[in-house]
């Protein structure tokens, strides 16, 4: 085990696979309290057991961040349980394509939901709890810096067609970003974004010709890549690959240690090169 983060206390939601699981597991190793959330409980408690297994500190609080009661619980199971919060992961989420003629509203709304006004509500949770902190921690001349990463996307960034929902949150939740790096500046808080590209979980390794879906709260989502396009996305990513879910961690990992304590507002981009 080792100590970059011991002491401090972590919410990662959508915890319970993929990318924000391995984020679980790598802010645990060192040393991190982490609260797992997920939509489902199972994979939520698998990534609790996991952490515990490997010696560290976890516990889970299930539910969906579009609950519209769920922030409040979330950072209270932090503060209730570890007695701090000083990490903040937004990464529950998934994919709702279609091109922008056969979308929905609900699908529209739906990507708004989770992608921007969840980690909003968090953030607004969280306010009190950090701004009261850092007073204190100021007056008995603390030098404690807070992390907050948000989970964006290359289609946020760039966009991407069939993702107008899906790119549209993911660039809102970018200018959350910065708007929050500004007015938390002075609480000490980082706030960044990671954009990943292609990185292999269920959304993007499922083969999408095949009818592949995902459940979202009793909803079928069609999710996946048609394979000769995750083939030729991946031989434009001069890295030759997506990128793992470790791999995607490790991004979101340099934002939370005490070496990017000067580096807030920004938009990194985690796509194996491509630009
Ligand atoms: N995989 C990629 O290529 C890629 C690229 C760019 C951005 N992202 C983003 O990374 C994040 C993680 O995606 P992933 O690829 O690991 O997907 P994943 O499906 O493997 O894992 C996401 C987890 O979030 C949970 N989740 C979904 N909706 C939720 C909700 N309302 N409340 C609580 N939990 C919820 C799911 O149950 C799942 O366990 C997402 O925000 C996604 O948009 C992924």
Redesign the pocket.
């Known amino acids: 085990m080792n100590t970059k983060l011991e002491g401090k206390v972590a919410l990662v939601?959508?915890?319970?696979?993929?990318?924000?699981?391995e984020i679980a597991l790598k802010l645990a190793s060192e040393g991190a309290r982490v609260v797992i959330?997920?939509?489902?409980a199972e994979?939520a408690a698998q990534t609790v057991a996991d952490i515990v297994a490997a010696g560290g500190t976890a516990t889970a609080c299930v539910?969906?961040?579009?609950d519209s009661k769920?922030a409040d619980q979330f950072v209270a199971t932090a503060v209730d349980t570890y007695k701090g919060l000083d990490i903040i992961v937004n990464?529950?989420?998934?994919?709702w394509d279609s091109v922008v003629q056969k979308m929905s509203d609900e699908q529209w709304e739906a990507m708004l939901a989770?992608?921007l006004t969840?980690p909003f509500r968090i953030l607004r949770a969280a306010s009190g709890f950090i701004r009261d902190a850092s007073r204190q921690e100021a007056e008995a001349g603390q030098d404690v810096f807070r992390k907050v990463v948000n989970?964006?996307?290359?289609?946020g960034v760039y966009g991407n067609a069939g993702q107008a929902n899906?790119a549209a949150a993911?660039a809102g939740i970018n200018g959350l970003t910065k708007a929050m790096a500004k007015e938390w500046g002075r609480y000490k808080v980082n706030v960044n974004s990671v954009?990943?590209?292609?990185?292999?979980?269920?959304?993007?390794e499922a083969d999408a010709d095949a009818g592949a879906k995902?459940d979202?709260?009793g909803q079928q989502i069609r999710v996946g890549v048609n394979p000769q396009i995750l083939k030729n996305a991946e031989a434009m990513i001069p890295l030759g690959r997506?990128g793992t879910?470790q791999e995607?961690a490790g991004a979101v990992y340099m934002f939370c240690i005490p070496e990017s304590n000067y580096v807030s507002g920004q938009v990194l981009v985690c796509g194996g090169g491509r630009p």
Do not use: E, M
């Not at 939601?13 to 699981?21: K, L, N």
């Not at 959330?37 to 489902?40: G, K, S, T």
């Not at 989970?151 to 289609?155: A, G, K, L, Q």
């Open positions: 939601s959508g915890s319970g696979r993929g990318i924000g699981r959330n997920d939509l489902d994979p539910g969906s961040v579009t769920f990464n529950a989420g998934y994919t989770v992608h969840a989970i964006s996307s290359t289609s899906y993911k954009a990943f590209g292609l990185i292999k979980t269920r959304l993007t995902i979202i709260a997506g879910p995607a």
